[in-house]
């Protein structure tokens, strides 16, 4: 499979067109708005948030409720575009409007794409770059990975992203029985997470920053359970599939790490303290007693539970301003801003979840065909039993 979006965080409207999903998936639009509205939620978001109310719209691909298995095109409206019509120029602009419009554009906000996108695409007006930078983008990722979800399901493999740690604060959550179990716990936590005196505290901390005028990042957790023997592959550097899902991660905006299993812990342990011990029944065929390689080895599932971590920087911007240089005038100046979110650590954990959602139904698809969900199935299940009898 394999996907592209378009649009602008203040255009009409964002689109994602998925090439490669095989006929006769069953799929509506409520497959997809419930992973909307998921990523909208969350404790820490701003003004921007209670604008939006984002479902899509799926205009080729799906008839009857069914995939076809020609390309999906997915659109989901900005509500916010009706105030933006003459900044984005599908209006003209009076000569003072067009002062205005390029008085705030030249003033790059650092952690932001602004400066670098500018001096790359020679744009000396930066909303060309703040536009299709934005994390805007991640609503249609977020319908993307919700099609792929749709079709893991039918295989009952099962998502769920949830958040770690914001700011300082730790979620020290019990152990859990199933992802249904996490997921219940989780989607009636305002900050997405398990714990719920952490739940608390990280709301607290969110307040405070906000109080500040700053911003605090966290970490989030994606759990994929029911995941087969051997997706992925180690023959070459591009189709290992925890590389990809790396990749796939750290290309969220405000991702700057991602570990898979123990991750960076691993380096600081003894071997015997990292590798999963592999024993063997009749009933489950070949096994792991513990899982701290996070479901990897050798760039394939080892059939134990995916785990993935990524973390986000904090927002970059803050209502207490940071310094900057305007690009014109090469005048220091303060960045004032009307809004933003201060923390949307929550939301990202839904994104996350959809990007390895992606990654892992693509690995799905080239290991047991791509055309028809009959034929899919009939292979996993005959791969099933091998791999179980191997
Ligand atoms: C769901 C989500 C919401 C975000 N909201 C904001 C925001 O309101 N204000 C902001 O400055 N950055 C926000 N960001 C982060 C920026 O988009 C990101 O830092 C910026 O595009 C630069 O990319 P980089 O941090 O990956 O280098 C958000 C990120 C995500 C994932
Ligand atoms: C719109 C979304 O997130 C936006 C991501 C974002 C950024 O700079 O990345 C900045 C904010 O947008 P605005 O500047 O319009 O207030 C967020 O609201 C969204 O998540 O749907």
Redesign the pocket.
């Known amino acids: 499979m394999r996907f592209l979006t378009a649009g602008e965080?203040?255009g009409p409207e964002l689109t994602a067109i998925i090439e490669g999903v095989p006929s006769q998936l069953p799929l509506t639009v409520e497959d997809i708005n419930e992973h909307l509205a998921r990523?909208?939620k969350g404790y820490g978001?701003?003004?921007?948030?209670q604008i939006?109310k984002?479902q899509v719209r799926i205009t080729s691909g799906v008839r009857h409720g069914r995939t076809t298995g020609a390309p999906i095109t997915l659109h989901v409206e900005?509500k916010?575009w009706t105030h933006w019509t003459k900044i984005m120029g599908a209006e003209p602009l009076s000569e003072d409007e067009e002062q205005e419009v390029k008085r705030k554009l030249t003033r790059p906000r650092p952690g932001?794409a602004d400066l670098n996108g500018a001096i790359k695409y020679r744009h000396r007006d930066m909303r060309n770059v703040?536009e299709r930078?934005?994390?805007?983008e991640?609503?249609v990722r977020v319908a993307v990975g919700a099609v792929a979800q749709t079709l893991l399901k039918q295989f009952n493999i099962e998502l769920c992203g949830h958040v770690l740690e914001i700011g300082d604060v730790v979620s020290e959550q019990e152990p859990f029985d199933s992802i249904k179990a996490l997921k219940e716990v989780t989607e009636s936590s305002e900050v997405r997470c398990a714990d719920k005196a952490a739940s608390e505290k990280m709301k607290q901390a969110i307040d405070h920053a906000k109080e500040n005028g700053d911003s605090i990042g966290g970490i989030v957790e994606v759990i994929v359970e029911n995941v087969p023997i051997g997706l992925g592959s180690f023959v070459h550097y591009d189709r290992k599939l925890d590389g990809k899902i790396a990749q796939s991660v750290l290309s969220i905006?405000?991702f700057k790490g991602v570990e898979i299993g123990l991750g960076f812990e691993a380096a600081r342990m003894k071997g015997s303290q990292v590798h999963d011990e592999i024993a063997h029944n009749e009933e489950r065929g070949f096994y792991r007693q513990s899982n701290r390689l996070g479901g990897f080895e050798g760039g394939m599932t080892n059939g134990m539970p995916v785990v993935v971590h990524g973390a986000m920087k904090p927002?970059?911007?803050l209502y207490k301003p940071l310094q900057s240089v305007d690009i014109d005038s090469k005048e220091p100046f303060t960045a004032s801003i009307?809004?933003?979110?201060s923390c949307?650590v929550p939301?990202a954990a839904v994104v996350c979840e959809a990007a390895v959602a992606w990654e892992i139904a693509d690995a799905f698809l080239d290991k047991f065909g791509s055309d028809t969900m009959e034929d899919i199935k009939k292979h996993y299940e005959a791969y099933l039993e091998e791999a179980r009898t191997f």
Not at 133 to 136: E, F, L, N, T
């Open positions: 965080s203040h990523r909208q978001r701003g003004r921007r948030m939006e984002d900005n916010d932001h703040l930078s934005s994390a805007r991640t609503t905006n405000a927002i970059p911007t009307e809004r933003s979110d949307a939301a």
